[in-house]
Every structure is written in C-alpha cells, then in structure tokens.
C-alpha cells in the first residue's frame, strides 16, 4: 500500500511568519492529497486537497503545491496566527481505491508564538 | 447537532475487558472507517466499511472487530482490552467515488480510551 511521509514533525513559528510542511509518497498511481487540521480536543478537518492533474491550489492563507514527478508535495501557510496552532495532517489516496481509502502521513504539530 | 458523533467520549478500562466504541452519523454517507490516533504515528485505519454489507480490514486489524448496524452506525469493540490500545479512536465518514469532486472524509470528536 501507499506509504505517506511527512516533516517536520514539529514547527514553531512567529505570528506573521510563513510555515511550511512537506510530504512525499511512495505510489506514482495516487491521485488525491487533502491536508487536515486537527485542533486540540477535536476531530480532523479537511483545510485543503489537491488533485494530480493540478500544480498549485491557493485558498486565502493557506496553498498547497504538489510534484508529482519527486511525488512530493506541501502546505504553505502565509502571515501565520496562533489560531493556525494545530496538528496538520497531510495523505494520499491511490487511484486503484474504490473506498476513498486514505494513507495519513504522522502529523505536524504547528505552533505560532504572538 | 453534530453530524458525526462518538460515544463515549472518554473511557478508562482494565486488562481483559471487553469494550464497545459507537459512532453514529446524520450525513448519509455510506462510506465508514475507524481510525486509531497515537502521539508520533498519526491516523491509522482499523477498519472502514463500504456500505452496511460491507467491511474491511484496514492495517491494524487485530485485536479489533466492528459492526456495522446500519448505514449510520459502525461500532468498534475490544474483545479483550489491552495497555497497548491506550489511544485517541475516531470514527469518520465519507460519500463520494473517488472520482468525483468530493472525497472529504469527516471526523467524529473522537474517544480518549485507556486501558489499565
């Protein structure tokens, strides 16, 4: 199955400073890459996704970029705020999975200092 | 009201018990899954199922079983606990085919479970 690596495992940032988070997996036949946050003492919740066929998708703050060919790809957090302190999961989902399985890298945990 | 919601929400238990995790959902997705949360492992799948006739193994299977009772509800037991599955269990759901424009899964709030 599909292998979902992800770093740093933790990043602490600057209110206003930028915050990246980087993943790569291991099948070339995946298609799918949502981001989840999860706040403490809450579920997951998706933030972004992006799929193969694009190379960048911006939603206000936040932008994912994706390398299909380095099967790699990345969360972009601009002018970051502490309400952005969360743990932020990356994962991939292959093409072949007709239950929408998806392979979860092993967390970020983000803190933004005021 | 939530859409996804899981009871108990916190439980503490002893060696060899059996113990019986629900998740209920309002979103009429077909689609479940019970993923296992502990601290530098990230999700991992326990079990997910396709519809009510339907269930599957995900990578950490043993030592767990499920039910799926009706399209919104999947329970996840512990036949005999043990110290190792201490963790934080979510349940989720999910509705579209991989190849529509939807594949969010959503999260329950999750239970905190130890096992003594």
């Known amino acids: 199955g599909e292998n979902v690596e992800q770093h740093p495992s933790t990043l602490s940032v600057q209110e206003g400073d930028s915050a990246v988070i980087k993943c790569t997996y291991s099948?070339?036949?995946?298609?799918?890459f949502p981001w989840y946050k999860q706040e403490l003492g809450k579920g997951p919740q998706l933030i972004i996704d992006?799929?193969?066929?694009?190379g960048e998708k911006k939603d206000q703050r936040i932008a994912v970029t994706l390398n299909k060919t380095a099967k790699h790809f990345s969360l972009h957090i601009t002018e970051t705020q502490p309400e952005d302190s969360a743990v932020y999961f990356c994962?991939?989902?292959?093409?072949?999975?007709?239950?929408?399985?998806?392979?979860f890298g092993r967390g970020t945990q983000l803190t933004v200092w005021p | 009201d939530a859409d996804v919601t899981q009871t108990p929400r916190n439980r503490i238990t002893k060696t060899g018990k059996r113990i019986m995790l629900e998740c209920s959902q309002t979103?009429?997705?077909?689609?479940m899954y019970w993923y296992r949360q502990d601290p530098g492992l990230g999700l991992r799948l326990i079990y997910y199922?396709?519809?009510?006739?339907?269930?599957n193994k995900g990578e950490i299977s043993d030592g767990y079983s499920v039910s799926r009772q009706a399209q919104a509800k999947f329970s996840l037991s512990l036949e005999s606990a043990i110290p190792n599955q201490t963790a934080l269990y979510f349940c989720?759901?999910?509705?579209?085919?991989?190849?529509?424009?939807?594949?969010?899964?959503?999260f329950g709030p999750g239970t905190r479970l130890t096992v003594l």
């Open positions: 989720a759901t999910s509705d579209a085919l991989p190849g529509t424009s939807s594949n969010e899964q959503f």
């Open positions: 099948d070339s036949a995946s298609n799918y």
């Open positions: 992006i799929r193969s066929n694009v």
């Open positions: 994962a991939a989902r292959d093409r072949g999975s007709t239950l929408g399985r998806l392979y």
């Open positions: 979103k009429g997705h077909d689609r």
């Open positions: 199922s396709f519809d009510v006739k339907d269930i």
